[in-house]
């Protein structure tokens, strides 16, 4: 069960959906008023929480030794203390230097410290705080926490951000809190094959845009992340901006980084 969880979630973690930089809008679709740019704004929460998620799994992976060719191709150092495989909790440093790309494309500086019990075992919990850490060029600060809540059939993290913020050079910023539950829905009975895992996303975010600004973000179907996809690639939800409803659609499981947002009745396509 032990390796089972940890091999699954660090899969997952592998094809998670990161970004830093801003989306984008379609120039073939362009948007009646500012309510379209809000809420591409404050989908990049969505994204970031994923990023710091894979993050900790990388180190509760290592630290359980379940280091895989998915673990080695990416940039980066760790290290951990104390060493002893029978002493918890343990203290995890991901280094990144001055920078370097890693296999999710990121361009990722500075250092990431986790502290952690058992994370594999139900009931433990990872911490993880930015060091000088940047990623695509945006600074992050604040805290994540990771629960293991998993049962004998799935693996299941919540996962916390409190008081995380990005920002970039060009004085962008993103401020969020959030909840959300990663629960694992296929590849349960396969443990050793990766490939074939496939997660839920469940629960919600607060963000505060760079113009404070905040917007409620809220899932209604569950996200679907598939480990063979970087991306989300269907699930739907709805952002509360200045409570005017906004309905996101991220697609019917194509593999892509599309979505669709509904303003005032009228749907605009954005790149993630």
């Not at 539950?181 to 760079?210: E, K, R, Y």
């Amino acid at each position: 069960m032990q390796k089972q969880i940890c091999s699954a979630l660090l899969l997952m973690a592998a094809f998670i959906l990161t970004t830093v930089t801003a989306c984008k809008k379609d120039n073939d679709n362009p948007p009646s008023d500012t309510t379209l740019e809000s809420a591409t704004q404050a989908l990049r929460s969505q994204q970031l929480m994923a990023t710091s998620f894979g993050i900790a799994l990388r180190g509760a992976a290592e630290a359980d030794g379940l280091v895989s060719q998915e673990v080695d191709d990416r940039c980066g150092s760790l290290t951990i203390s104390p060493l002893d495989p029978a002493v918890f909790p343990k203290v995890i440093t991901v280094d990144f230097g001055t920078g370097c790309t890693d296999n999710d494309g990121k361009f990722k500086s500075g250092k990431v410290t986790l502290t952690f019990g058992k994370i594999w075992e139900p009931g433990n919990e990872v911490t993880l705080e930015y060091d000088n850490y940047t990623e695509d060029g945006a600074k992050l600060t604040g805290k994540f926490a990771l629960q293991n809540q998993s049962t004998p059939d799935a693996a299941i993290v919540t996962v916390l951000a409190q008081g995380i913020k990005a920002a970039d050079a060009a004085g962008n910023t993103l401020d969020y809190d959030a909840v959300q539950t990663f629960t694992q829905t296929a590849g349960h009975a396969t443990p050793l094959n990766g490939n074939d895992d496939v997660f839920a996303i469940t629960g919600s975010i607060q963000t505060v845009l760079t113009n404070g600004e905040t917007v409620n973000w809220t899932i209604q179907t569950p996200l679907v992340k598939a480990n063979t996809c970087f991306w989300v690639s269907a699930g739907t939800g709805v952002l509360d901006i200045n409570g005017l409803p906004v309905a996101v659609d991220y697609g019917d499981g194509t593999c892509d980084n599309k979505a669709n947002v509904t303003v005032n009745g009228q749907v605009y396509q954005i790149t993630l």
